[in-house]
Each structure stands twice: as structure tokens, then as C-alpha cells.
């Protein structure tokens, strides 16, 4: 079993940044893929960003590329999102979620075995 939980989201006015960040236990954390989705009101589930289970490889939705950056420190057992340049848009819970791969980490949903609770980020215009 590997435990997630995120922290660092809140309320920013659009323009603005925040870094979330999520930390492991249990397993080792360095053998899994680690990604971050988001879920706005009324919307489905999407992905965000991931992370290869070494750092070097990541992977971003378009709508996030040149705004988001995610990176790793397996030392640290953490995962972190920084995000620039917010848009109302953005506005949504995130999850941090895991799964053991030492391929190119996945953009689909169910390719996760293991989820954060959540962190609400709220993007004010």
C-alpha cells in the first residue's frame, strides 16, 4: 500500500501561483510513477501532469504546458506541482495519485492504483 497526501492548495487571484505538494508512505517511493489530476464541480476527472519513478521523464496536459511544472524528490518521498500563471480555469480539487512503472508515466486515470484525498485550489478572476 503506498499512502498520499497532498497539501498547499488555497485561494489565489488569476494570475497568480501555488505549489502543491504530496507525500509517500508506505512502499518505495522511487518504484512508482507519480501523477496529479484534477476534479472541477460538475466535471469529469482529468489529468494534469506526471512524473517518472526517476524524475527524468514528465508528461503535461496541453492545457498546463509552460504553466505547471512537476518534480520529485524520492529522498524526501514527495511529488510537488508548482503552478504559475493561474487561470479561473484551473479552479479544482487535486489529487496526487501513484503506480509501479518504470515506463514513460501515464496521462490515463486508470493506470493509478493509488489516490491522495485532495487539495482544493480555488483560481479567483
Known amino acids: 500500500q503506498v499512502q498520499l497526501v497532498e497539501s498547499g492548495g488555497g485561494l489565489v487571484q488569476a494570475g497568480g501561483s501555488l505549489r502543491l505538494s504530496c507525500a509517500a508512505s508506505?512502499?518505495?517511493?522511487?518504484?512508482?510513477?507519480m501523477g496529479w489530476f484534477r476534479q472541477a464541480p460538475g466535471k469529469e476527472r482529468e489529468f494534469v501532469a506526471a512524473?517518472?519513478?526517476?524524475?527524468?521523464?514528465?508528461n503535461y496536459a496541453d492545457s498546463v504546458k509552460g504553466r505547471f511544472s512537476i518534480s520529485r524528490a524520492n529522498g524526501k518521498s514527495t511529488v510537488n506541482l508548482q503552478m504559475n500563471s493561474l487561470k479561473p480555469e484551473d479552479t479544482a480539487v487535486y489529487y496526487c495519485?501513484?503506480?509501479?512503472?518504470?515506463?514513460?508515466?501515464?496521462?490515463?486515470?486508470?493506470?493509478?492504483?493509488?489516490w491522495g484525498q485532495g487539495t482544493q485550489v480555488t483560481v479567483s478572476s
Open positions: 508506505g512502499r518505495t517511493f522511487s518504484n512508482y510513477a
Open positions: 512524473v517518472s519513478w526517476y524524475g527524468a521523464l514528465t
Open positions: 495519485a501513484a503506480y509501479f512503472t518504470r515506463s514513460i508515466p501515464s496521462s490515463y486515470e486508470g493506470s493509478y492504483d493509488y
